[in-house]
């Protein structure tokens, strides 16, 4: 079985502050993505990672940036956290290509006080 | 872009019901098709999908089939159970290292 794990599952911070969400998986897989999902909106692609040390943008990466520093794990990080940022944020991996599964983690619900 | 258009919810049934929801797509390719479920508090996962064209996919009494000549992917099941109750997101993708594309999501609640 696929695991993806995230590092917390709620998270409470203030304005302003630097804030890590952390996703590993266990399964060797090459793709690895952020999404944020709030209600009425679906799902969001806020970065994704091909490769160690690769990354590319999504639809909003705006405020976020990311890491992959190691093939099993994939950081999420804002910089300086703002109130629109609260969301619930899910981490999903995949081997890649056309037919593949993505399997998400549990998500991670941030509040930015 | 490609991009994926589901029906609005909230869809609200009483056990046994027909559940229909609907899922078009625009894509510039050949697509792969999925639906993902998620549970009250849990992450996404996958329910089903097709590969190509007039494929049917299914799980758990849920079918789905790759229809090209009307870009649709609806997503069926004969008779809902309350255990069926969560959101429903349809989503795509043209494969090599492109993410999946979403839908908005259709939350289904089942009634006893």
């Known amino acids: 079985d696929v695991k993806v794990t995230q590092s917390s599952r709620y998270l409470v911070k203030r304005t302003g502050e630097k804030v890590f969400l952390e996703c590993v998986q266990d399964m060797d897989h090459e793709n690895m993505f952020w999404y944020r999902q709030d209600p009425g909106l679906g799902l969001r692609l806020i970065y994704f990672?091909?490769?160690?040390?690769?990354?590319e943008k999504g639809d909003i990466p705006e405020g976020y940036s990311v890491s992959r520093e190691k093939k099993e794990r994939f950081s999420l990080i804002l910089e300086s956290a703002s109130t629109n940022q609260t969301s619930m944020y899910l981490c999903?991996?995949?081997?890649?290509?056309?037919?593949?599964?993505?399997?998400f983690g549990p998500g991670t619900r941030l509040t930015v006080l | 872009g490609d991009s994926v258009t589901q029906m609005e919810g909230p869809v609200t049934l009483s056990e046994e019901a027909f559940l229909t929801i609907n899922c078009t797509y625009t894509?510039?390719?050949?697509?792969?098709l999925f639906w993902y479920v998620q549970y009250p508090g849990e992450g996404l996962q996958l329910l089903l999908k097709a590969t190509k064209a007039d494929d049917k996919g299914s799980n758990k009494g849920f079918e789905a089939t790759y229809r090209k000549e009307t870009t649709s992917f609806h997503l069926e099941k004969g008779s809902v159970q309350v255990s069926d109750s969560a959101v429903y997101f349809c989503?795509?993708?043209?494969?090599?290292?492109?993410?999946?594309?979403f839908g908005k999501g259709t939350r289904l609640s089942v009634i006893a």
């Open positions: 990672s091909y490769d160690v040390k690769m990354k």
């Open positions: 894509a510039t390719g050949y697509p792969s």
């Open positions: 989503a795509l993708t043209e494969g090599g290292n492109t993410p999946l594309v």
């Open positions: 999903a991996t995949a081997r890649g290509g056309r037919t593949d599964t993505q399997y």
